[in-house]
């Protein structure tokens, strides 16, 4: 009995010494911590939580997270950071109507990331991070690039189009009468919009603005 209870004991030990993280435990050079969160035959992309920030919109929101993102190269078996976010970047820049070039390193944090090149391609990513539990930040960013290109939408990515593989990516916006609509837009995976469609409400769409409604009390 003693001998089955040092066994088992031995066991336990290997696993909180060795780890047993199923996502990253094969790929040399990732953080043991990170999470999976992507994956194509050639690349795999790792996220890790490296730090919070306490301070938030209402005390009881939960702290915002400090994220490296990490890709692992199958083939040449490396691993490369691509990228860690900044706690304290501003958020008003982002209400912009064009896709522009930014520092990797101004990204906010991250929520969900999306491999958008094909595995024969540099690998390209669309990273998404909201910090306000509304506006959802859509970047591209490329292995090696210091740079990211931020797209000027605020609701995130709903999927690639079947011909041409663009984004589709979606906005809202505020009616003149008040309330929200939301706007479908598609980007190449270099940020340029390709269309755009505003999903309107006829009847909201055509309804006098606050203001003209103001004059009519008047």
Known sequence: ???????????LLSIVLFGCNGDNDSYEGIPI???????????AVFTNVEGYENTRYAPHDPP??????????KREHKAQRMMLS??????????????FRMPADSIETIH???IISY???????????????????????TL???????????????GFSEEDYFLIMQSYQYYDCGGRYNR???????????????????????????????EMDD
């Open 119 to 141: 595995p024969d391609e540099p690998l390209t990513v669309l990273v998404e991070a909201c910090t306000d539990y509304r506006n959802r930040h859509s970047y591209i960013l």
């Open 1 to 11: 009995m003693k001998t089955a209870t040092r066994i088992i004991s031995a066991v």
């Open 112 to 114: 969900k990331v999306v």
């Open 86 to 99: 900044h706690l304290n970047t501003q958020g008003d820049r982002y209400n912009t109507t064009e896709s």
């Open 33 to 43: 911590t990170a999470k999976l969160v992507a994956e194509d035959s050639h690349y």
């Open 184 to 214: 479908i837009e598609a980007f190449d995976c270099e940020g340029k919009r390709i269309c755009s469609m505003d999903a309107k409400m006829e009847e909201f769409a055509n309804y006098p603005s606050i203001e003209e409604l103001s």
């Open 144 to 158: 090696g690039d210091d740079e990211a290109i931020c797209l000027p939408t605020n609701r995130g990515f709903i």
């Open 64 to 73: 915002l997270e400090q994220v490296s993102l990490w890709a692992f190269d």
